[in-house]
């Protein structure tokens, strides 16, 4: 089936260092590959997005390009702050049932003044 | 526009007492979700809803728990009797039937004594 694998966190680098945080997919077909980000006591918000293959979604300084190669979607920042601390989650939904969306286990980022 | 609202925002009960969660989804929105997230098990869905009809509820962890949608802007989980292993926090999300991305709402943190 389908599922999403990320790196174990967490993850501390200092402010102005740069991010990256991997994650690899399987899936049947070409799913859609989110990024989505959660703050300490909210919920999850949408980061960006990919559709296709070689699309890259960026917001906020992010970007993550959907690599169909290597079945990844890794998620880069050139300079982080420490308001960017917070649980990084991939995901990915089937595009043939936009109901079934997986999750990786998420990373959680520390970043340090 | 009003994100997802999710009541009560936090929850503290006792041990075989009736626990109810609730959900107003994005208006014009036709999907809902609701996820629970634990440190052992991160994100899972519990059961979904198209159009007010629950799709699929093979995530719902056992009879205890139920799940209803009346309506188009209003959802309810409910736990009978709760458990101390149901301490979680509780999310609910939802979509427009045009587009993949689910919206989440700040969650529930249920704790059972």
């Known amino acids: 089936g389908d599922s999403v694998t990320q790196m174990e966190g967490p993850v501390t680098l200092s402010e102005e260092a740069f991010l990256t945080i991997n994650c690899t997919y399987t899936a049947t077909g070409y799913p859609s590959l989110f990024w989505y980000v959660q703050y300490p006591g909210e919920g999850l918000q949408l980061l960006l997005k990919a559709t296709k293959a070689d699309d890259k979604g960026s917001n906020k300084g992010f970007e993550a390009t959907y690599r169909k190669e290597t079945t990844s979607f890794h998620l880069e920042k050139g300079s982080v702050q420490v308001s960017d601390s917070a649980v990084y989650f991939c995901?990915?939904?089937?595009?043939?049932?936009?109901?079934?969306?997986?999750f990786g286990s998420g990373t959680k980022l520390n970043v340090k003044p | 526009d009003a994100g997802v609202i999710q009541s009560p925002r936090h929850e503290v009960t006792e041990m075989g007492q009736e626990v109810t969660l609730r959900c107003k989804p994005i208006s014009g929105h036709n999907s809902l979700f609701w996820y629970r997230q634990t440190m052992m098990r991160g994100l899972e869905l519990l059961i979904y809803?198209?159009?007010?009809?629950?799709?699929?509820d093979s995530g719902m962890p056992e009879d205890r728990f139920s799940a209803k949608m009346p309506n188009a802007s209003f959802s309810t989980l409910k736990i009978q009797p709760s458990e101390p292993r149901d301490s979680a926090v509780y999310f609910c999300a939802s979509r427009t039937g045009s587009t993949d991305t689910q919206y989440f709402g700040p969650g529930t943190r249920l704790t059972v004594l």
């Open positions: 809803f198209n159009n007010n009809v629950p799709i699929d």
């Open positions: 995901a990915l939904s089937e595009v043939q049932d936009f109901n079934k969306f997986y």
